[in-house]
């Protein structure tokens, strides 16, 4: 069984900064693109970012300049450093495959309200 778990979320204030990080156990996603998504509340999920097994990294045009997605392969793992966040970014956070996506992991909310 493959278990994705995302850590990092929380309450942050307009214009501040938070670091979410996946990991993945039960397998290894050294060899597929991965990306990050997120679902607002009475939202559909939708694609955040995504980084290539060569660590070329595609953004949602509203995240550009302000999100940065790496990954490391030797210790399964994959960020998104997110800065000058605003209210729109509330959501919850997730990490998966970009195709044939493995189970959703639980996510972690991120928040941004004075």
């Known amino acids: 069984q493959v278990q994705l778990v995302e850590s990092g979320g929380g309450l942050v204030q307009p214009g501040g900064s938070l670091t979410l990080s996946c990991t993945a156990s039960g397998t290894s996603f050294s060899g597929w693109p991965m990306a990050w998504y997120r679902q607002a509340q009475d939202d559909e999920r939708e694609l955040v970012a995504t980084?290539?097994?060569?660590?070329?990294?595609y953004y949602k045009n509203a995240v550009k300049g302000r999100f940065t997605i790496s990954r490391d392969n030797a210790k399964n793992t994959v960020t998104l450093q997110m800065n000058s966040l605003q209210p729109a970014d509330t959501a919850v956070y997730y990490c998966?495959?970009?195709?044939?996506?493995?189970?959703w992991g639980q996510g972690t909310q991120v928040t941004v309200s004075s």
């Open positions: 980084i290539t097994v060569g660590s070329t990294p």
């Open positions: 998966n495959k970009v195709s044939n996506l493995w189970p």
